[in-house]
């Protein structure tokens, strides 16, 4: 499937697990704007709600919302068309969080961590979208069923 990243501006580039995809063929990365609209029609929507996630829905494209979780919502917002929202099973991330302001749900993932297991699940294992992932070999080990 292709993938389409909504990603909010506020979300540093330096520190996005998804910069390293930048360029790749099949993944299109789009910028949210206060206002704008994206169309996700018959895409698969990576969410924390909805049906869980099995190889039974290969096929439609992806769509992924690059943001924190408080504004996860706003972007949710912004995806017209009828979705269908797919949750990943429990996993563990490695990627480090330290916020100040907010608790991150339990079995939040980062971004990257989150694509591979959705291309995982589906049948589609790509070992090429960690390349670059510091926490690659500790994500890993954390959820080998992933790798199964």
Do not use: K, M
């Amino acid at each position: 499937p292709q993938v389409l990243i909504l990603r909010d501006p506020r979300e540093s580039l330096r520190q996005c697990s998804l910069t390293p995809l930048r360029g790749r063929p099949g993944i299109e990365f789009r910028t949210y704007r206060s206002g704008s609209s994206i169309e996700g029609e018959g895409r698969i929507l990576l969410a924390p709600d909805g049906e869980l996630l099995r190889a039974a829905d290969a096929g439609p494209d992806l769509l992924l919302l690059d943001c924190n979780w408080r504004r996860l919502p706003r972007l949710r917002a912004a995806v017209v068309g009828e979705v269908r929202p797919r949750r990943l099973p429990p996993l563990r991330s490695a990627y480090p969080r330290r916020s100040r302001t907010f608790e991150d749900p339990r079995g939040g993932l980062a971004s990257i961590e989150a694509l591979y297991a959705a291309f995982a699940i589906l049948g589609r294992a790509r070992t090429d979208l960690l390349e670059g992932y510091h926490w690659r070999e500790e994500f890993l080990a954390a959820n080998p069923e992933l790798t199964g």
